[in-house]
């Protein structure tokens, strides 16, 4: 059965997080009903990231195995055919060797969490990203971001339903820039704790607000306690924007 990689793209607001479930919508769960219509099987899929209900992506990567050989323009549009109306799109799909794993194959995944920093409500950007009413200290939370990087026990960062075997991870990156009300965080590393993207995000907007100081992520970083960690914050702010693998 010819495997083949898929970089999806959705809007993660009407569904139930990435990963199928019997009882709610999920995006897997769409795209394996669409290529049941298209391949005429029940196929699993996996992800490369199990993004929660709320959460967005522009470059999730998923593998599945069909029962022919396609090119990838026809696998493509084919399922962009079935999804429809759908928010969830297949950017490409290519034919990769049967031992590409989207989820164990990935060397790098990359987040991106907006916020937009101003009194007025959200209305093109409602339900996309997180708006912070209080103006934010970006040097400050710049300055804390650093404490955050290299490798640690994140377990201050880590949902309580985290099914992670260790709590330890090497986060590679976290830029702040900013663009008027814009303020987008850029998040690398081979892989994260189930919320630890959001709670650390939530983490340094206190800092921003001036409940916090750089110092105090340090502090509740060292301490490895779940109940020191900030708000964590909305999902709708966060999204998937790139998964890397080997050439």
């Known amino acids: 059965m010819p495997r083949y990689k898929l970089l999806i793209e959705y809007d993660g607001a009407p569904y139930r997080g990435w990963q199928y479930q019997a009882d709610a919508p999920s995006v897997q769960g769409a795209i394996e009903d669409a290529i049941a219509r298209f391949d005429g099987q029940r196929v699993t899929i996996q992800g490369a990231g199990r993004t929660d209900a709320g959460v967005h992506a522009l470059g999730q990567v998923a593998h599945c195995d069909l029962r022919a050989e396609h090119d990838g323009g026809t696998v493509r549009d084919a399922l962009n055919f079935y999804l429809r109306p759908q928010p ?35 209305a093109l950007d409602l339900g996309r990203a997180w708006r912070v009413g209080r103006p934010l200290d970006l040097a400050a939370m710049s300055e804390a971001a650093k404490r955050l990087i290299g490798h640690h026990d994140f377990t201050t960062f880590r949902s309580t339903e985290c099914q992670s075997k260790s709590p330890v991870k090497t986060l590679d990156r976290i830029d702040i820039e900013t663009e008027g009300w814009n303020v987008n965080l850029h998040v690398s ?20 607000e001036g409940k916090w100081t750089p110092d105090d992520i340090a502090r509740i970083l060292e301490a490895r306690d779940r109940t020191l960690c900030g708000q964590v914050a909305p999902a709708e702010g966060l999204y998937l924007v790139k998964v890397d693998y080997p050439d």
């Open 189 to 208: 590393a081979r892989s994260f704790l189930h919320n630890q993207v959001r709670s650390m995000v939530g983490s340094l907007v206190h800092v921003g």
């Open 88 to 122: 969830v799109a297949v950017l490409a799909a290519e034919r990769v060797s049967d031992d590409f794993n989207a989820r164990f194959s990935a060397t790098r995944r990359h987040y991106l969490y907006r916020v937009v920093n101003r009194r007025p409500d959200l």
